[in-house]
């Protein structure tokens, strides 16, 4: 727990900080100093490098905080809190944090100093006078509480009717730790991102509980059948063990009590529905206070068929896996309608966008043979299409910090022959489904159905035919309130919405268990912890292909993967766009774990922390396999257009791509061989022209690779496009 300084050492720490050193000034003074001054101040370390896993150490003074920002002060000295520093630097505003850059000199005290008082404050006292200085909010309570923290997410929280919010960077003692869920003292460091200032809590030490016992570890999932769910949590101390559960989160009506006494409580729940969803809660008491787990979801198996369906939207490569085959649909519109038209009870619909008067349509159709139809969309997107939608179908427009960018579709959710969910990276508009690269699956599974019901009817405001809005949640409002993890036909699949579920670390840990090889195909790539998963993997072996479409996007993974040596390419200057969101990893190695990461979540920081989004992680081999020979056809493409990064000192060839004739210009060609992308030989020629065309107005549209035979025996490959 934390511990407060006694007077005797608050006055010994005031008395070394009123002595001055020449050419120095207390924090105060520097703080006011204007931006680009050399400064040099002497504070107390608040924190360690390992304690907030930065390059950040923030020191205070008896006057004020400030952050030092210096990636050689870190690597060269080991710092840990209440280490005395005195440091020369530049003073810089970095996204409106004060801090000290550019360190010309510095010295570290060989002892350890007391901590200043952390100042009780409120939520709303948070200002810039308070930067870098160390805090204590009272009665604390996080939104989140009973979950797990994670690497680079902001968690908020309430005290006293007043909100805030910290921050978890990667690397943190509190990664992994279970946030809270009852009320606590909260002690933390104040920093600042842009507007938002964000509060950054050290280790469990600055969670000062107000009870006895409390839960250290978070009610999770042990093992599910059809008819079971066992599931276990653990407090500090030992406890009763009590279980609340049932299928209406806002009535638990069921209960089972446990006789033992035990800080690690286990409860199995038999005779239970198959392919439904179970809202479940742990209770534990000491006899004094009482300990409460998070509210979580979990599902049983269901008796659904499990059949997956795959589609994408254009050309794929057939020959690079053995066990399937990919399938092209020329009209995914109608492949979607056809889903539609399945649909005899009901359909929730969760669309960024729509402009396809087909799948209108088809849900007209659907509302006029009796099924009851659901409609979410983004608040300001056009919509175009909607207008011809039945006005007796309810159409809700949600999300106003961010963008309601789901695409997914249930289907029949209590019928478990019947029900499907539909997902993936497409929109309703002629460019996602016709032109531009994207991908769609469905899955005929009831326990699937069940929670993405869940997420519509949290931003849909009630499980009724019509939108409540003084209940319905998006974007940050939202609860981690669904169940994750799921066996279809016995393939391990997880299930995650955005932003409550923290995404993004969901993939980092898909990412995290590469053995072989990692192949993604994103329209944007932004998060840096990604990027360095990515980079870490490719740097112990990992065979690592990725394609990125918004390459020029502020914050880009793109260059640093580029420059660090990751197979990576840009798609920006190649006609259509990627669309899609997916990555693959282990795709043809059956012995590791196979998975796809696919749905509607670029990689970026909208879509973990603003947007409404979902995501699958499936872990099946045929399924992986499926989308390595869509990502090999895009990936190829984007080789053939690198034109640039190829060797073409000795020759050159133009047009690229070609739409008929190609030309080929060198001083030293000996003969040229065509081939296709398959590897098969098309046509050789022999040749000591300098100039020389390849009439292909007969070939087939497609890839192809050209073999220049030099006149020293050099060979020169390049590919080329046919379209």
């Given amino acids: 727990m934390y511990k407060h300084i006694n007077t005797l050492t608050l006055l010994l720490f005031l008395s070394f900080q009123s002595s001055n050193i020449w050419g120095q000034s207390d924090i105060a003074s520097a703080r006011a100093s204007n931006v680009g001054s050399t400064v040099t101040v002497t504070g107390i370390a608040l924190n360690g490098e390992d304690d907030i896993n930065g390059v950040i150490i923030y020191i205070q003074d008896s006057t004020a905080g400030i952050a030092i920002y210096d990636p050689t002060l870190i690597s060269n ?32 005290d060989s002892g350890l100093f007391a901590l200043p008082n952390a100042q009780v404050i409120t939520p709303n006292q948070l200002a810039d006078s308070l930067e870098a ?66 509060i950054l809590p050290r280790d469990m030490n600055d969670f000062v509980f107000n009870t006895s016992i409390y ?39 069921d209960t089972i009590s446990l006789i033992d006494t035990v800080s690690n409580h286990n409860v199995i729940i038999s005779g239970l529905q198959a392919g439904e969803a179970y809202f479940m809660k742990g209770i534990s008491s000491d006899g004094n206070d009482t300990a409460y787990t998070g509210l979580k979801a979990f599902t049983t198996i269901s008796h659904s068929t499990g059949q997956i369906d795959i589609y994408f939207n254009n050309s794929v490569d057939n020959t690079v896996s053995s066990n399937v085959d990919a399938v092209y649909t020329e009209s995914m519109a109608d492949t979607i309608v056809k889903y539609i038209d399945l649909a005899q009870n009901s359909i929730d619909v969760s669309v960024y966008n729509n402009n396809n008067l087909n799948i209108v349509n088809a849900l007209n159709d659907a509302h006029n043979r009796g099924v009851q139809v659901r409609y979410i969309t983004h608040l300001t997107t056009m919509n175009a299409s909607l207008s ?57 599974d009831q326990s699937l159905a069940k929670a993405f019901t869940i997420e ?16 319905s949640k998006f974007g940050s409002e939202k609860e981690d309130n669904t169940p994750h993890e799921f066996v279809v036909n016995g393939i391990n699949i997880e299930c995650y919405f955005s932003p409550s579920d923290l995404v993004t670390s969901k993939i980092d840990d898909a990412l995290e268990t590469a053995d072989s090889d990692i192949s993604f195909a994103l329209l944007s790539f932004t998060r840096d912890e990604l990027g360095s ?28 993967l580029k420059d660090n040596g990751v197979a990576v390419e840009s798609h920006i200057s190649i006609p259509k766009q990627i669309h899609h969101k997916y990555a693959i990893i282990d795709a043809l190695n059956e012995t590791s774990d196979p998975i796809v990461v696919t749905g509607s979540h670029n990689w970026s920081t909208s879509a973990e ?34 034109i640039d990064e190829l060797d073409v000192n000795l020759s050159k060839v133009y047009p690229n791509p070609m739409s008929g004739f190609i030309n080929i210009s ?49 060979l020169e490959s390049i590919k080329i496009i046919k379209q």
């Fill in 77 to 108: 000295e080991t710092i840990v809190r209440g280490k005395q520093i005195t440091v020369t630097g530049e003073l810089v505003d970095y996204n409106n944090l004060l801090e000290i850059s550019n360190v010309t000199s510095y010295s570290i």
């Fill in 133 to 198: 200085e160390l805090i204590q909010i009272n009665n604390v309570l996080f939104n989140n509480g009973g979950s797990i923290f994670n690497g680079s997410n902001n968690y908020s929280f309430t005290s006293n009717g007043q909100s805030g919010e910290i921050r978890v960077n990667n690397g943190s003692p509190l990664v992994g730790e279970v946030i809270p869920n009852g009320e606590i003292n909260l002690f933390a460091i104040v920093s600042q991102y842009q507007t938002t200032y964000q």
């Fill in 215 to 253: 839960v250290d570890e978070a009610l999770s999932l042990e093992s599910f059948t059809d008819n079971s769910i066992e599931v276990s949590w653990s407090t500090n101390i030992d406890g009763s063990t009590k279980l609340v559960y049932g299928t209406d989160k806002h009535s638990l009506s």
């Fill in 388 to 444: 011809h939608l039945d006005d007796s179908i309810p159409v809700l427009r949600g999300n106003d910090e961010g963008l309601m960018h789901n695409k997914f579709i249930v289907v029949d959710k209590d019928d478990s022959l019947n029900s499907w969910i539909l997902t993936g990276s497409t929109n309703w508009t002629p460019e996602n489904l016709f032109t531009d690269y994207n991908n769609a699956i469905f899955i005929q």
């Fill in 456 to 471: 519509f009817e949290e931003m849909w405001g009630s499980n009724g035919p019509l939108p409540d809005t003084s209940n």
């Fill in 533 to 560: 998963e990515i980079l870490y993997r490719h740097n112990n072996g990992v065979e690592v292909k990725g394609i990125i479409e918004s390459e020029f996007d502020m914050g880009t993974e793109y260059t640093y």
């Fill in 609 to 642: 922390v603003r947007n409404d989004e979902n995501t699958l992680i499936i872990h099946d081999y045929n399924v992986a396999s499926t989308y390595y020979e869509e990502f090999m056809q895009r990936y190829n493409e984007t080789i053939t257009y690198d």
């Fill in 666 to 714: 060198s001083e030293m060609v000996q003969s040229i061989e065509l081939y296709d992308i398959k590897g098969q030989l098309i046509n050789k020629w022999l040749t000591q022209a300098k100039n020389f065309m390849l009439d292909g107005r007969t070939w087939d549209n497609g890839i192809y690779i050209l073999k220049i035979n030099h006149k020293d025996n050099s």
